[in-house]
């Protein structure tokens, strides 16, 4: 099985391609540039947006549902937005199908034209604040938290399954506030919390930074994002979350009451991430062996494989077994197939990333011993089954831990300071990373380097230091460092 | 608040709006037919959603998730599907907008028109069969359980929050069997796990039971459902259970090679419940002065109120309350608005349904005492705040436990046997709620039925004794009672 995964060093691309499918994460669908997401796909996105749930929820934050559809001319209403979200969409025109009269099938009737189209979201600012007028009279009814986990749609050209399809899976948070420093502190937040999340439950080390003009959300004011490096060397935007100033207050003529009891616009901000942190998983942690999954976020933490197979005798054992685990909140499965054998289940078992193998044959039985095995390392380690739990609560945290090590330290040895384009185009191609480079502030001189190197900053970090230097294309004098990097 | 509310016997149908509306579930949106959930009621559809998702994985089901789009060219796959759904359903015809030369916004771009319309889901049987003729080759790959949490569009013309919208919110599963039993057994099942979490959740008994052939889901061999009523007399469809037999497989060349070595079309099932569930617990429960959640659903359970307002003191006893309650597992809030009145709360909470209400002022800490009061029959009692946590617990499963009871008797007590069309008519309109009647199994005569009487068959029960009687409009012979009523 794991024989199939064409190697990374040979073809990163059909390695991406071949773990997404082998591990049955997804698939491309009939439909162009829709996926269908298998079980064990869903099951870990489950325990991602389970996890963001809850860190939402801590935050402050409820969630809602508001329509699939947006009115064409919503759109229209904020003059950025409109260039961003309206060029590529799934357009509705009619609301009804007719038998063909000439006998062809179906056909759309040509009577059930929609008096104006309507747009399936590709997100939701424009009909969430053209709501929220309604409900914001004063600063009484403010803030407004809200999050919305649904599906929304772009029409992309060109689609890799959870990386870019035409329909994903995301939450959308939407929140209104009677400040501008109120809504700052809520986007900053709303980074922090997908930062630590990628960090924590993902064990994706990601740096957090702002977006240039150039590379905002269309309609935001600021545009926060977290920036994750894959094994090739290119970046990978995990999420955004924006200041939108009062833009769509305006647009949607949003206005409230202020404590001094004068008319104000509405502050926003918007923030999501989506399915897409399915392939950065994928991507950060896996090898040529397969999917590999952290236990935080693995639908089944450790599988239990009899050897040569099961019998009662085992069944008993690999029970105690359960119960110890199950007792320390780990999930466990026992492996009762009687068909295939252990080398076939072992290479399964690494192919769908699961953190710890625990097998056994009678020997073992008879020392008291377990044999257990991480798939991050693939090291095996006897272990007396005596304590059992304990070992795999620790082992499990231990991976987690070097999941996150091993990302962190590949992705700090690929941020690389260079100062000038020779150095630049030269790093990009031999060892790609982020480059740390000064840059003139133009958006015209971003947009060149784009075109000479294919890179794009991916931000200007947070927490950069001020240090003056000259421009790596221009010569033009600048203040800090940016990293610019290759991405997805 | 409560004033505002139009009463039951006034006009029934805008009891229900004003419910909607002022307990904060739902709102229409700018989009036709297309509701907006807000934050309360989104929490309440949550909870439901949580308790389907844990009974569906504790069956054996799991979740994946399939395109919103479906090819047009699908739905005419299935000869009666496509003549349920196809009628009504929102038709994305292109895939781009772009700036109207004549300078008039936006319009639809004529040349990005699609080479097939898409049908944005009304529901998924076609997508999903269309996928698993590609996941099944043989029995070993069967049965596949899978359910997806989804929105769905069905272009009604007619649409009332909750009840009938154009988008809503539901759950499908579908599975895939090698045999015509196992199918059925499915089909049962899940027709039992929707009247358990009817009964046991949401307090709303149900009466499980197949729909005629008329009734039947477009593509179904067998349609069971679970009926409940409501409060004016009449019925809800609350859950669908359906078995497809090979209709789909057959439609979609679904074929495996059973255990004999032969091919044969694969069985099926699928089964859903919607947002629709939440008219439903609506109007099981609620009263003229607003909402009752039943506390198995409630979001919060236990509302704590100081009088006449909250005081660092007030604060200290509340805390220990809380502690006491959420040791128990109880969600509990303590209003710390110093704005509002007690009287004005105490309508708030009663419009939002929270269950439980815990009131104290300084006279009642003398006496270390609180008053507890109960929304479903506003009961007020004063109880020791030693135990305090004891008591809740006990009060709420005794609160879960007589809403049941209350709707249960009322349901009993309107299900009316009739022997002739005079006392069908004159039953239906002077007391409503489902009419026992023999019926001679022809759709003709339900149709008439239907014309004279506007009651449709809601089911034929499963625990139905045979009974040897003539139809009550034809006098034909008849083996069984069915029963009729008229139904949301």
Not at 119 to 129: A, L, Y
Not at 441 to 452: A, S, V, Y
């Amino acid at each position: 099985m794991a024989k199939e995964i064409t190697s990374r060093s040979e073809d990163y691309s059909q390695w991406y391609i071949d773990i997404v499918k082998k591990a049955q994460l997804a698939e491309n669908s009939a439909v162009r540039g829709c996926m269908v997401i298998k079980p064990y796909g869903y099951a870990i996105w489950e325990k991602m947006r389970d996890q963001l749930d809850r860190m939402f929820k801590e935050t402050g934050h409820v969630n809602a549902y508001f329509p699939l559809f947006i009115p064409k001319s919503f759109l229209s209403k904020e003059a950025e937005h409109v260039e961003g979200f309206a060029k590529e969409c799934a357009v509705v025109t009619h609301h009804r199908l007719m038998n063909d009269p000439n006998g062809s099938g179906l056909i759309v009737d040509p009577t059930a034209k929609l008096e104006e189209e309507l747009i399936v979201r590709p997100t939701s600012e424009t009909i969430i604040w053209n709501t929220y007028r309604d409900w914001i009279q004063s600063y009484r009814d403010l803030p407004i938290l809200i999050n919305q986990w649904a599906n929304v749609v772009r029409w992309e050209m060109r689609t890799r399954l959870f990386l870019r399809t035409a329909e994903f899976l995301w939450q959308e948070g939407h929140t209104a506030h009677a400040t501008r420093q109120e809504a700052i502190e809520e986007a900053l937040q709303m980074q922090r919390v997908y930062a630590q999340f990628a960090e924590e439950y993902m064990a994706m080390p990601v740096i957090q930074g702002a977006k240039t003009p150039n590379e905002r959300f269309a309609g935001a004011e600021d545009t926060l994002t977290i920036e994750a490096l894959m094994q090739d060397g290119k970046a990978l935007q995990a999420g955004t979350s924006h200041f939108l100033g009062q833009n769509f207050a305006r647009a949607f003529e949003v206005n409230f009451l202020n404590e001094e009891n004068q008319q104000e616009l509405v502050w926003a901000t918007s923030w999501g991430v989506s399915t897409r942190l399915m392939g950065g998983l994928i991507m950060t942690h896996s090898d040529d062996e397969g999917l590999i999954v952290p236990p935080k976020l693995a639908p089944t933490q450790v599988v239990i494989v009899p050897i040569p197979k099961p019998s009662p005798e085992f069944g008993e054992v690999a029970d105690k077994i359960m119960r110890e685990l199950r007792d320390k909140g780990i999930s466990v499965m026992y492996d009762q197939d009687m068909k295939n054998r252990p080398g076939f289940k072992f290479a399964e078992y690494e192919m769908r990333g699961i953190p710890v193998r625990i097998a056994f044959g009678a020997r073992d039985l008879e020392n008291n011993q377990l044999e257990v095995a991480r798939r991050d390392t693939k090291e095996k380690t006897s272990v007396p089954i005596d304590g059992i739990g304990n070992y795999v609560a620790n082992l499990l945290d231990e991976i987690q831990q070097n999941l996150f090590n091993r990302a962190k330290a590949y992705r700090d040895s690929h941020i690389t300071r260079v100062d000038n384009m020779d150095d630049f185009k030269q790093v990009l191609a031999e060892k790609g990373g982020f480059i740390s480079a000064h840059w003139d502030g133009t958006t015209e001189t971003e947009l060149k380097i784009k075109e000479l190197a294919k890179a794009t900053i991916r931000c200007i970090p947070n927490d950069n230091e001020p240090e003056d230097g000259v421009c790596v294309l221009t010569g033009n004098p600048s203040k800090q460092r940016v990293l610019f990097a290759m991405a997805y």
